[in-house]
């Protein structure tokens, strides 16, 4: 998939990093609801470390799926999330690691692959998401790599990949802690 050319801008250098230091809790807060046949209204937003404004998302799948393709599918959305926060740290740690950005580009693909046992439901196997980077920089390569490691390991979704999600049931008043890792 190739970038709009018209609508790509040059990166315009404005990013300095972040003034916050130390430990700084992030939270985002999300609520969906169910709509249609598989589309989902989402309203999404960060609360910390500062309440900020609140998104309306929205998800689909296609036909074969029992959509409607009313909106992206909830993979797009999650692979967006991750290149996007990715480009941004890219952003932010470039000056920290001796890299001018003067242009930014990225591409990335996402596999992942569905295992079905008869009539069983499908169990999603993961494959790996890659990012390929075009930076416009002068810098050296091993300059660029560092910005690379730095940036992966400050994006917050990609961290979110290494911890798998918490699932909880509504139970009358309470909450009930669903393990996922076993069978039905």
């Not at 470390?49 to 689909?60: C, F, K, Q």
């Not at 079905?116 to 169990?123: A, F, S």
Request: hydrophobic share 40%.
């Amino acid at each position: 998939m190739a970038i709009n050319e018209q609508t790509a801008r040059a990166y315009d250098g404005t990013a300095r990093g972040t003034t916050l230091t130390g430990t700084i809790p992030v939270r985002f807060e999300l609520a969906a609801v169910a709509v249609g046949k598989r589309r989902n209204e989402v309203k999404a937003g960060m609360v910390r470390p500062r309440l900020l404004r609140e998104w309306d998302l929205a998800s689909d799948e296609a036909a074969f799926h029992g959509g409607e393709e009313t909106a992206p599918k909830p993979l797009a959305i999650f692979a967006t999330g991750i290149l996007t926060c990715f480009m941004t740290q890219m952003r932010t740690f470039a000056r920290d690691c001796g890299v001018e950005v003067r242009g930014l580009r990225t591409t990335a693909a996402v596999d992942w692959t569905a295992r079905r046992n008869g009539l069983e439901p499908y169990v999603a196997l993961p494959g790996r998401m890659q990012i390929d980077i075009e930076l416009d920089t002068q810098a050296s390569i091993e300059a660029q790599k560092l910005l690379v490691r730095t940036a992966a390991r400050g994006c917050f979704a990609e961290a979110m990949l290494r911890e798998p999600p918490l699932h909880r049931l509504r139970h009358g008043s309470d909450w009930i802690e669903c393990d996922v890792s076993s069978s039905p």
